[in-house]
């Protein structure tokens, strides 16, 4: 391949994947790693199309001899953390970390986090720095490189840190998605960052802000940026917008930013106090979910609340069918004009309790251009939406070829959810890893896979682990369920998340 052009090799590569490149030719002579450089640039392990191969593809194999090149990295997961803890000190040039997706349950697993950020913060190149939440600040604050000038936190429940040890000076800018606004949250900001030179606050959920005591508030001198956004369902008055959010600033705000849900504000009066301001942008999003929900029972009797304005924002759908194995004339029109005019959606979960009746459905309801833009199938029982409802539950019946036919009908999908009926526990009650091998092959751009166990099966789920414990070539995790017994007490199985 040496004598061929730089030009045709960029064409070939096209059609591999880059880990696979980096693995076979990279550091093979000064020419191959000029071109594959550039594939190590930003790397983000947290995408579901990566495949476990892939990744112990990359951090066995790529980051040993390659990891200086990468500027941007993202990972998630505990397993991602505990595996880069020891090799994050190979990315001697990296300038971006992310880290996010992580649920905590015990100190091990923020021990884990605390560590990996650690080792971080000694990469003096490093200057943005994203987690999903910030339970290390003191750590942050005592060791950040005067490089580290800006922290993304990703989802943030409250945000209240009413006793700050130590500040982290080095940060000028900062980005926080906080669920709930609290009177605290500007007080934490200001006493945590006091260099802080542009602040973007994207907010849920308000509690209380109108006991903001502005008078204790020490805005940072340095801070002239400001972006606000409200993503709450509950347009937000006025009044509230101005008196608990922007009167906060004063006049030392330069640039401006409102991304709000309130056709009606009159901005000339929001802004009469900002005499600073030089730059000035507003957008009114009104609110639009990016799911639907769909009970098939109640569709053609309520039709009319089903219109849809924003079927180009729609991503996700839950359809509810009850024993629809034969759906009527007007259900029919209705679902197929819907499902072939989403252009954006990719996750499909459909509640049901027959698994043969929603697959002879989704034959004929997608058109082949529809059905290939799907990418996360779930599986659910019919009550798993209804909070309320007590009663047992019960996994939708399997039938032996749901996986075959699903990949006719779905071939490009990357995650799937399954509980799991009697019928598969009998069918694969100790081979579940020959069944893995057969989805792969069926579906090859399937990375995650979701079994719901929601019997007391302790046995089956003993013999799927054991059987996940030989096999290297995928991962596991496992999380624990309660649901409802017949006598109104709960019972624990489990749902295994496989990473293949």
Wanted: proline share 4%.
């Amino acid at each position: 391949m040496g004598h061929l052009p730089d030009e045709l090799l960029l064409t070939l590569f096209q059609y591999l994947h880059r880990f696979d490149l980096l693995y076979s030719f990279g550091n093979l002579n000064q020419r191959f790693q000029r071109i594959l450089e550039p594939y190590l640039y930003e790397v983000d392990l947290t995408r579901e199309s990566l495949s476990y191969q892939h990744f112990v593809l990359f951090y066995k194999y790529v980051v040993p001899y390659q990891g200086h090149y990468v500027r941007d990295l993202q990972i998630s997961g505990d397993h991602q953390f505990y595996l880069f803890q020891p090799l994050i000190h190979l990315f001697t040039n990296l300038e971006s970390l992310t880290l996010k997706s992580i649920v905590f349950f015990g100190s091990h697993q923020y021990a884990v986090q605390g560590e990996l950020v650690t080792q971080a913060l000694r990469i003096s190149s490093l200057s943005t720095l994203t987690l999903s939440r910030l339970d290390v600040p003191e750590t942050i604050a005592s060791l950040a490189s005067p490089n580290l000038t800006s922290l993304i936190l990703l989802d943030e429940s409250d945000f209240d840190y009413p006793y700050i040890r130590e500040r982290i000076s080095t940060i000028k800018y900062f980005s926080l998605n906080v669920r709930k606004f609290q009177s605290t949250t500007f007080s934490s900001i200001f006493k945590l960052l006091p260099n802080l030179e542009e602040l973007r606050l994207s907010i849920s959920n308000c509690y209380n802000p109108s006991n903001l005591q502005r008078r204790y508030l020490r805005i940072p001198k340095t801070l002239t940026k400001l972006l606000l956004e409200f993503k709450h369902e509950k347009p937000i008055s006025e009044e509230a917008l101005k008196e608990e959010f922007l009167d906060v600033f004063g006049n030392q705000i330069q640039s401006l930013t409102l991304i709000v849900n309130n056709a009606a504000l009159q901005i000339s009066h929001l802004l009469s106090d900002f005499t600073s301001l030089t730059t000035f942008h507003c957008d009114v999003a009104l609110t639009s979910s990016a799911t639907f929900d769909i009970n098939l029972d109640n569709v053609i009797s309520h039709e009319s609340s089903y219109s849809l304005n924003n079927r180009m924002t729609i991503k996700v759908l839950n359809l509810t069918l009850h024993n629809q194995t034969i759906l009527a004339s007007d259900e029919r029109k209705f679902l197929t004009e819907l499902l072939n005019s989403l252009p954006n959606l990719v996750t499909l979960s459909v509640s049901t309790n027959d698994t043969k009746a929603i697959i002879r459905q989704f034959n004929s309801l997608f058109s082949k251009r529809s059905s290939r833009k799907i990418r996360h199938f779930h599986i659910e029982d019919l009550r798993r939406y209804n909070l309320k409802d007590h009663r047992p539950r019960y996994p939708p019946i399997y039938h032996r070829t749901l996986f075959y036919e699903l990949a006719q009908i779905f071939p490009n999908l990357n995650t799937v959810t399954f509980p799991c009926h009697t019928n598969f526990l009998d069918e694969y009650r100790t081979s579940l890893n020959v069944f893995l091998k057969q989805l792969q092959n069926r579906l090859p751009k399937l990375t995650h896979f979701t079994l719901k166990i929601m019997y007391r099966s302790g046995d089956t789920y003993d013999n799927y682990i054991k059987n996940f414990d030989e096999c290297p070539w995928l991962h596991y995790t496992t999380k624990r369920c309660l649901y409802p017994d017949y006598n109104g007490s709960w019972y624990e199985a489990h749902d295994i998340q496989i990473w293949l």
